[in-house]
């Protein structure tokens, strides 16, 4: 069963447009929503995160909105760059496990 | 440190054949993870051990999966027998006693041929 749904599975911007990758988790126990960024070969390395009591937090270029009610998160690439271009997986936490979403494979043209 | 080692980062080898792959744990993390990543089903929790423990091995597909984690700073994840559908890239990751980012290793992408 999957604990967070993610999607799209694939996703192709223009260079200077944005990308917008949803989440959705059923579990109200999840306290700690981080976003994961992958190159290929390496392993997925902590790109943005958020807890429930904000509804919004942004870094640079990449902001997490956040949804209780609705128990969605989507991660909002500003201003997206062809470096961008990588998989992102959404992950929901509590206590120490941590479950991820299957992935969203960003694709920025120049 | 040099966060978590996975060795070894490519495995090509036969069907009915025994895997073995390893994990060196970021010293001081007190919980560790095994993943599983395809295209088809993204990264799949395999099993977790808290302070070298196993506390939750549901995610072990089969009987044909086990892993262990004799002490704190090395875990292995081993297949016997392998079977083709097991080709995948094989994740090890960490996390710091403060739960806020799990740190992961570059992987072991296996070949069952």
């Known amino acids: 069963q999957q604990q967070v749904k993610q999607s799209p599975q694939s996703l192709i911007v223009q260079k200077g447009g944005i990308s917008i990758i949803n989440c959705a988790y059923e579990?109200?126990?999840?306290?700690?929503f981080p976003w994961y960024q992958q190159f290929p070969g390496k392993g997925p390395a902590l790109l943005i995160a958020?807890?429930?009591?904000?509804s919004e937090k942004k870094e640079g270029r990449f902001t997490i909105s956040f949804n209780k009610s609705a128990k969605q998160f989507s991660l909002h690439i500003m201003d997206s760059q062809p470096g961008d271009s990588a998989t992102y997986f959404c992950?929901?936490?509590?206590?120490?496990?941590?479950?991820f979403g299957t992935g969203t494979s960003l694709t920025v043209i120049p | 440190d040099a966060g978590v080692i996975q060795s070894p980062r490519h495995e090509v080898t036969e069907m009915g054949q025994e895997v073995t792959l390893r994990c060196k744990p970021i010293?001081?993390?007190?919980?560790l993870f095994w993943y599983r990543q395809t295209m088809m089903r993204g990264l799949e929790l395999l099993i977790y051990?808290?302070?070298?423990?196993?506390?939750?091995d549901s995610g072990m597909p089969e009987d044909r999966f086990s892993a262990k984690m004799p002490n704190a700073s090395f875990s292995t994840l081993k297949i016997q027998p392998s079977e083709p559908r097991d080709s995948a890239v094989y994740f090890c990751?960490?996390?710091?006693?403060?739960?806020?980012?799990?740190?992961f290793g570059q992987g072991t992408r296996l070949t069952v041929v």
């Open positions: 992950a929901a936490s509590t206590g120490n496990q941590f479950y």
């Open positions: 579990n109200t126990a999840f306290d700690y």
């Open positions: 958020i807890r429930p009591d904000v």
């Open positions: 010293s001081g993390h007190n919980s």
């Open positions: 051990f808290n302070n070298n423990v196993p506390i939750d």
């Open positions: 990751a960490s996390i710091n006693r403060l739960v806020t980012e799990a740190f």
